[in-house]
């Protein structure tokens, strides 16, 4: 019999962030190693990842890690996580692929990587346990869900699926194989919640052909289509429409670009070459206006917005919109984003051009809604149920159907992160233990963390700017070699403000005479002085808190000293 532990070390309370850890018999099997995308109030932070000092110090116990599909939220901690750990990685060709292509990226030569393509219903032995993928449906193509077989039973990893059948057979479940895998015994199933909280099944895109037959066929003029860059098997859908009524299609969005190349190489994405348009820069011979052509306009979150904005204020390269477009919205607005949303639709509406926002109804969620999720249950019958990848209240609207369903309270754990819990010869022990974890917030590359202190001055500068105070001296002879330069930006206009200027010249002179009369100059105290005085002094005036950044030069030792 295996002891087996389980925990996340996000994903667990998280929109994103998915990694979580499943221990058996001391080896350790990772499954996604995923990133979430900031809120607002993380300024200049491009990603937030998992903190995986834990992992690290157990990286000798780590036999790899099994990747679930091809989207950021499951692959984009997979740089930080190879450049610390040496592992395989395991997934389906496609998601391998762009993981290779995330690396590049990142400029880390992925053939320094141990990568292993996997194929559907092909076992992968170990010495106590075996693993499988199996096909889930999602908005990627072969995104799989992964099943661990252990001599106490099946441990079930079902991540962003739903059970849409009204897809091509790269994105299509196998009913067969989830029953198989029932029949094997399933201990646990770590089922996805983001959906939880939706009533019913989720959408399927069927609908949808319709409305885009009606809309291609009956506008004359330019066809600008705003979707999302993860939801190729939407970008297919469009794609497949404007081929069928005779248009040709271009990409905008570097991203969506680079999957739909890889999707395309590998035969999961269907175009034919004399269809796709490259787009040249705006001039004064070229304005990029083709009736016959439909434009995706893709990113992630607010960006297909933004960039909409960019086109209908004339500042894009590619595409300045025009009265006679018609723009169609494929990218319902995603929590945090509805203020862009709702100022992009107020912006295009000036022009005058023909709007047709896609109801969410009619959109497919790509997500399992409560139905889903209960039909999950019912195929698999796994005697424990935990909540993975979703916000805690859609953890909790998960545990709740678990609950309607028939589950007990025992039989269902709700975890937060770094929460270990253990099965013992199948059996849920009653003990659960924690393990380090947090939140690393990346900027531009994954080499370095910005800590709250970072974040915290941003939101400073953000709001109140900064005062820099510029002077020179001579340390030697205690001299005063110029009056203080006093810069300001995003705090006060200077000129009109010369009575502050003046205070904060007279509040360092005081603190450099004071200076002068010690036996010699403490530069740690002189800068700490400077700063308090200075900012006590503005915010009892303003009631701001602007950064103080004093930057004393002593010509005679050419020395700098400077506060940030």
């Known amino acids: 019999m295996a002891q087996i532990k389980f925990c996340g070390l996000g994903g667990m309370g998280d929109n994103g962030k998915n990694l979580y850890l499943l221990e058996i018999n001391k080896k350790i099997i990772v499954l996604d190693a995923g990133l979430q995308h900031p809120s607002g109030d993380l300024l200049g932070v491009d990603a937030v990842v998992a903190d995986i000092s834990y992992l690290e110090s157990r990286k000798d116990d780590v036999i790899g890690v099994f990747l679930s599909h091809a989207h950021d939220k499951h692959i984009g901690a997979l ?83 739903t059970f849409d059948q009204n897809v091509n057979q790269h994105y299509k479940t196998d009913f067969h194989k989830l029953a198989k895998i029932s029949d094997y015994g399933v201990l646990a199933l770590l089922c996805e919640s983001n959906g939880a909280a939706n009533i019913g099944h989720s959408n399927t895109n069927v609908n949808i052909k319709k409305i885009l037959e009606k809309i291609f066929t009956q506008s004359d ?42 999707g395309e190489r590998m035969g999961y994405i269907d175009i034919p070459q004399d269809s796709l348009v490259n787009l040249r820069f705006i001039d004064s011979e070229n304005t990029n206006e083709f009736n016959d052509v439909v434009y995706l306009v893709t990113g992630e979150r607010h960006e297909p917005f933004f960039m909409l904005q960019r086109m209908a204020k004339g500042y894009d390269r590619l595409i300045h919109l025009i009265e006679s477009d018609t723009v169609v919205f494929m990218c319902h607005p995603l929590i945090g984003t509805e203020k862009i949303a709702a100022k992009t639709y107020d912006v295009l509406s000036k022009i005058g051009l023909e709007m047709i926002k896609i109801d969410k109804s009619m959109l497919s969620r790509f997500h399992a809604s409560s139905e889903d999720i209960k039909f999950m249950y019912s195929i698999l019958k796994p005697k424990y149920i935990i909540p993975i990848n979703g916000e805690y209240r859609y953890q909790l609207a998960q545990r709740e159907l678990a609950l309607e369903y028939g589950y007990k309270e025992n039989e269902i754990f709700s975890l937060d992160n770094g929460e270990v819990i253990t099965f013992d010869k199948g059996i849920k022990d009653k003990f659960h233990d924690m393990v380090e974890n947090g939140s690393i917030m990346v900027d531009g590359t994954f080499e370095a963390d910005i800590n709250d202190k970072v974040i915290k001055e941003r939101e400073l500068l953000s709001q109140d700017g900064f005062v820099m105070i510029i002077a020179s001296i001579n340390g030697d002879t205690r001299e005063m070699l110029n009056k203080p330069e006093i810069v300001s930006r995003g705090f006060i206009y200077m000129k009109d403000n010369e009575d502050i200027i003046k205070e904060i010249e007279i509040l360092y002179q005081l603190e450099t005479s004071k200076q002068f009369n010690k036996d010699f100059i403490n530069w740690k105290e002189y800068k700490d002085n400077i700063r308090y005085q200075v900012q006590r002094y503005l915010y009892n005036k303003t009631k701001r808190k602007p950064i103080i950044i004093p930057v004393i030069i002593d010509n005679k030792k050419e020395a700098v000293c400077e506060i940030i």
């Open 79 to 161: 740089p930080m996580l190879l450049s610390h750990i040496k592992t395989k990685v395991y997934g389906t060709d496609f998601t391998i692929e762009v993981a290779r292509d995330f690396l590049a990226e990142n400029k880390m030569n992925h053939y320094d990587y141990d990568f292993q393509t996997v194929k559907f219903n092909n076992i992968i032995k170990f010495d106590d346990f075996a693993i499988e993928y199996f096909p889930t449906t999602h908005s990627v193509p072969l995104s799989g869900g992964i099943v661990i077989y252990t001599e106490d039973g099946a441990f079930v990893y079902a991540t962003d699926f």
């Open 221 to 262: 003029g330019r066809i600008i289509v705003g979707m999302y860059s993860t939801e190729l098997s939407n970008i297919q859908l469009i794609i497949d429409e404007a081929i069928a009524n005779g248009k040709k299609i271009s990409i905008i969005g570097r991203k969506a670009q680079r999957l739909v190349n890889i």
